[in-house]
């Protein structure tokens, strides 16, 4: 904030100056420093003022000096009088108006600083993590590090493969003793985590093996062994997952059946699940908060306190659901309004994030046709909007907010061809690999650069890479045999 001492003599003359320029402007270090060397430049400069500005005291001094030295006083002219005072007066305001323009030019580039760094910090990365399965087994994380699940010694899909060179070579890091991998997280180049079941001790998962060095090495944790599911995590120490409690069954005909004819009906119910958070990476795990009867499904957090859920509102044929968002933690849950809903809401994939500002979720509607229609933010999640085209229910992900990619199938259901799908007109390119074999799989980082699997036999998988939206592939590597 400017001081009075801080001001030239013209400014201290004038007070309403002076509470105009402490009301406008808070002085920061940087404009008090430009202000200084501002002052010290107009100091140096000699501006002849009238006698009025000098004061009735000034005048009294010079007119006794010259007449004890018998020098004539001419008489005052007003005309020069009230010339000096309109000199003095231009001054006062072009220094006025340099300060101004000082301060505005200080404070516009302070303000184009602040936006710039908001703006970078809305487009600060977001947490993705992907869960590879039957179906899914190849996600590059970037053109050089990339996961997948391969073929074990025992199993089909029982090996854990990983690339730090684009693919050219695949290193074997399953932990030992794990001859099957069904799923697999994923959340960047080191971290992942692997549910492993015993179906001889239970019917759900009974261990949860973790990596945070890209698989080098494993820490095993007991898991739950319960029904869990939905696990996702903001980085290698916090997490979420959903425990659900499925509803017991109820003897009583008269509240739990329906007799239709011969036809005997249990009436459709909603399970009740609890929200459970971890703070080590799985060691252990604390319940959050019971979800309201139908909520829990696909869950996605960006940060600590930000999630969202999806949540049941009407089971059974005519089965409907809805999206939920929190903003403590999981502790509480707001329902989101989806706009242009074609139909029943009946299935929402978990939602994924380029960054802190954009991201996407899937959904399936009955319209009676069945459609898929992707919803994208561009605020954080505040609020979403929907494709201007429905996707084919092969459509997998995006991997930006106008592209969409997904597969077509042959006549065994197999995947035949990639697509990649645009948005905004819905044109469609479809592309796959040249050569022998069977397309199992595919990852692509931009609509651009991409990676697919293709099995030759039932033993040798090549990788292919695309760098031109599938207009051309060329083979990378071929998979290493199972040891």
Do not use: C
């Not at 684009?166 to 074997?172: A, D």
């Not at 996702?232 to 997952?241: K, L, P, R, S």
């Not at 007799?259 to 009740?272: E, N």
């Not at 989101?336 to 380029?354: E, H, M, R, V």
Request: charged letters at 20%; glycine letters at 8%.
């Amino acid at each position: 904030m400017l001081d009075r001492e801080d001001l030239l003599p013209e400014e201290q003359a004038s007070p309403e100056l002076f509470k105009e320029l402490q009301a406008l402007y808070q002085m920061h270090s940087d404009e008090k420093q430009l202000l200084l060397r501002t002052r010290e430049r107009l100091t140096k400069i000699s501006v002849p003022l009238s006698s009025d500005a000098q004061g009735s005291s000034a005048k009294m001094q010079r007119k006794t000096s010259k007449q004890a030295q018998g020098f004539p006083i001419p008489a005052t002219r007003p005309w020069l009088r009230s010339l000096s005072t309109l000199a003095a007066v231009l001054i006062v305001t072009l220094i006025v108006s340099a300060l101004v323009f000082t301060f505005s030019l200080v404070r516009n580039t302070r303000v184009a600083k602040d936006s710039t760094s908001q703006v970078a910090t809305s487009h600060e990365p977001a947490p993705k993590l992907i869960e590879l399965t039957e179906g899914e087994r190849l996600y590059m994380v970037n053109e050089k590090d990339g996961w997948s699940i391969g073929i074990g010694s025992q199993e089909a899909w029982g090996s854990i493969l990983r690339t730090t060179d684009g693919g050219k070579s695949w290193k074997q890091v399953t932990p030992p003793g794990i001859h099957r991998v069904s799923d697999l997280y994923i959340l960047d180049n080191n971290t992942a985590w692997l549910p492993i079941w015993d179906q001889t001790k239970s019917p759900y998962p009974v261990w949860l093996y973790r990596t945070i060095n890209g698989g080098a090495s494993w820490q095993r944790f007991p898991y739950s062994g319960s029904d869990v599911f939905s696990l996702t995590f903001t980085d290698q120490n916090h997490g979420w997952a959903v425990k659900t409690q499925q509803p017991q069954q109820i003897t009583s005909q008269s509240q739990s059946q329906q007799t239709i004819g011969d036809i005997t009906q249990q009436k459709p119910t909603l399970p009740k699940s609890t929200l459970l958070h971890t703070h080590d990476g799985g060691k252990t795990w604390q319940s959050v908060a019971p979800f309201p009867a139908g909520m829990g499904g696909s869950l996605y957090f960006i940060d600590e306190q930000t999630g969202w859920t999806s949540g049941v509102d009407k089971p059974g044929i005519e089965r409907t659901m809805s999206i939920y968002i929190t903003h403590n933690g999981g502790k509480t849950w707001q329902k989101q309004s989806l706009p242009n809903t074609p139909g029943k809401l009946a299935l929402t994939q978990q939602p994924i994030f380029f960054d802190k500002s954009t991201g996407y979720f899937l959904a399936r509607f009955d319209t009676p046709n069945i459609q898929w229609y992707a919803y994208i933010t561009h605020d954080g999640g505040n609020s979403w909007q929907r494709s201007n085209t429905a996707v084919p229910d092969s459509v997998r992900l995006l991997v930006d907010d106008q592209h969409a990619i997904g597969a077509t199938l042959d006549q065994k259901s197999d995947l035949k061809d990639i697509i990649i799908l645009n948005l905004t007109d819905n044109r469609k390119v479809s592309t796959s690999p040249n050569g022998n074999g069977t397309l199992i799989d595919y990852s692509f980082l931009t609509v651009h650069v991409g990676f697919a699997l293709k099995q030759t036999s039932s033993s040798v998988i090549d990788l292919y890479k695309t760098a031109d939206g599938g207009k051309t592939w060329f083979k990378v590597s071929t998979w290493p045999k199972a040891a």
